[in-house]
């Protein structure tokens, strides 16, 4: 028996979840520009006309992604099912995330066409799938979207005003049960340690996500200040940024600004502990109607950035012909690497035999494909150029920062050939440089799937859309010695998540010569991409030399 959360109907929503009462699906279409769209927005995402009401629709739709999902998220939800985003008939652009019912979840396919079906809930009438009998052939796939970046609004560039002159890590491990605010403390009295400067002189604080989700913040910049007794000039712990490391480029444009000559940006997850905590029962998470991101997700079980980026990889798959076999090299590279790694959490030998045989969490992503919970934290020192030949540690320069953003800030609504929002940035990222992806020396990418890998390697140019099978290969290509080293420390997928930061931290291992065991040679740019998805954020940096 399966007992789903019920959405939240907001004053923006209730009319579209109470409209599949008589069994017929309605969603806002503008009478200026014939658009349909989803979710409810009070203007038209197309012509930005206001003439925007719920229309009905044939409720028939293409399957244009999918992940069957294994693993138990709700107690009350159990597996097998299929989370899907299907693109409506009327106007491809128009997407449901939803659940196939009535058929085998092996038999759902990218380009099954599939018609409505309401499961009612009082004054909510949840909108599922199910195969359309009367369809023939696979339904079409909606084109991709190109993207391109604004060029530069300026030829001053923030990124020569500023240096990484400090950074450090925590201890990181699985289940520490220790105040994540001390996680905190011990990675920032290290950065500013290893930049060479008293806490007294750190006058800019930058966080992310601020107080934020169970097991995903210490309580931010109050929760620092108040342990460390900071003085700060300026102060941002802003969720909505480009990426885990958009706080960083906060305080890049902090110092770039004037406002402060050193700033301290940290991060730090617990997420190990918590969740230890909540399946102890010393902690209580959840409960209530889904609201927020969640409301159009949990009533359909889409609980886990694995089923949303799982649909997206299997649109990926589809379209261009290929199996798991990028994913798999992606991932023995990063089980390899921190093998090399003494921080790293997961140091045992893997083999592509491994990766195949893993327990499948949710198609197409197997164990191995997602990255390890943890707890840690990360802080860097962002100063003023002027300052940073002063500091006892070379200082590593900031070429560029890609920050655009060239979607839409949406999981299923946009991009579906890669992880969204790994695009924009990428584009972004090279119109403020004169460098190109084949001066990158080391590649440190977002991993917390091997698709988000996957997605930033052919964003940022290193091949072309669908063909990373070929680029990677057996996993030469991106191994230490490689054409394009990928995530020496083991990124997420073995070093442990620590959301992003701990891609920034390697990059200035790297670049500073200070990763024994693992070092690139002659390592002298790095890319780091951060942000599991909407928005992100990725940067070009490099040694003074």
């Not at 340690?193 to 002189?201: F, I, K, N, P, Y």
Request: charged share 20%; hydrophobic share 40%; net charge negative.
């Amino acid at each position: 028996m399966t007992t789903r959360p019920l959405p939240q109907p907001t004053l923006a929503s209730a009319e579209f979840w109470a409209s599949g009462a008589d069994g017929v699906l309605r969603i806002p279409h503008c009478a200026d520009c014939d658009r349909y769209f989803h979710p409810p927005l009070p203007v038209c995402p197309s012509c930005r006309g206001r003439s925007v009401a719920l229309a009905p629709v044939s409720g028939r739709a293409v399957v244009v992604g999918f992940s069957v999902n294994h693993q138990t998220w709700l107690p009350d939800f159990p597996p097998p099912y299929v989370v899907a985003v299907v693109a409506l008939a009327e106007d491809d652009r128009a997407r449901l995330t939803t659940n196939i019912v009535g058929c085998d979840p092996d038999e759902v396919r990218v380009g099954l066409r599939v018609r409505v079906r309401f499961e009612h809930h009082d004054d909510v009438h949840l909108p599922l799938f199910e195969p359309d009998p009367g369809a023939e052939g696979p339904g079409p796939l909606p084109r991709p979207r190109e993207v391109r970046a604004r060029p530069m609004a300026s030829p001053r560039k923030y990124e020569d005003r500023v240096a990484l002159t400090g950074v450090g890590q925590s201890r990181v491990g699985r289940r520490l049960m220790v105040d994540p605010l001390s996680l905190t403390v011990d990675a920032c009295l290290a950065a500013v340690a290893d930049a060479g400067l008293d806490l007294d002189e750190i006058d800019g604080l930058s966080t992310y996500p601020g107080p934020g989700p169970d097991g995903m913040s210490e309580g931010g910049v109050t929760a620092l200040t108040e342990a460390l007794q900071l003085r700060p000039t300026w102060v941002n712990g802003a969720r909505e940024v480009p990426g885990q490391i958009g706080s960083i480029t906060a305080g890049m444009l902090a110092v770039a600004a004037g406002l402060c000559r050193h700033v301290l940006c940290f991060r730090t997850v617990w997420e190990s502990s918590h969740s230890a905590l909540v399946r102890a029962g010393r902690w209580q998470s959840g409960g209530g109607p889904a609201t927020g991101m969640f409301e159009f997700r949990a009533p359909f079980g889409a609980m886990s950035a694995a089923q949303w980026i799982g649909c997206h990889a299997s649109h990926y798959l589809h379209r261009y012909g290929v199996g798991r076999e990028a994913l798999g090299a992606i991932a023995v590279t990063a089980r390899t690497n921190a093998g090399r790694n003494p921080e790293a959490l997961h140091r045992d030998p893997m083999t592509l035999d491994d990766y195949f045989d893993a327990r499948m969490i949710t198609t197409p992503f197997g164990l191995y494909d997602c990255d390890v919970p943890c707890d840690g934290a990360v802080a860097v020192v962002v100063s003023a150029i002027e300052t940073a030949y002063d500091r006892p540690r070379p200082p590593v320069l900031v070429e560029s920062v890609g920050t655009a953003v060239l979607e839409r800030l949406s999981w299923d609504q946009d991009t579906l050939t890669h992880l969204p929002q790994s695009r924009g940035p990428a584009a972004h990222v090279w119109t403020r440089t004169d460098l190109t992806p084949a001066d990158v020396d080391v590649a440190l990418l977002y991993d917390g799937f091997t698709f988000n890998a996957l997605s930033w390697m052919e964003g940022l140019g290193f091949c072309g859309p669908g063909e990373a099978t070929g680029f990677i290969g057996d996993g030469k290509t991106i191994a230490l010695d490689g054409r394009l080293p990928l995530n020496p420390h083991g990124g997420q997928l073995s070093a442990g998540r620590l959301h992003g930061y701990g891609f920034v931290r390697e990059a200035m291992l790297q670049l500073r010569g200070d990763a024994p065991g693992r070092q690139v040679e002659g390592a002298r740019v790095a890319v780091v991409t951060a942000g599991g998805g909407v928005p992100s954020g990725a940067m070009l940096l490099r040694t003074a030399e």
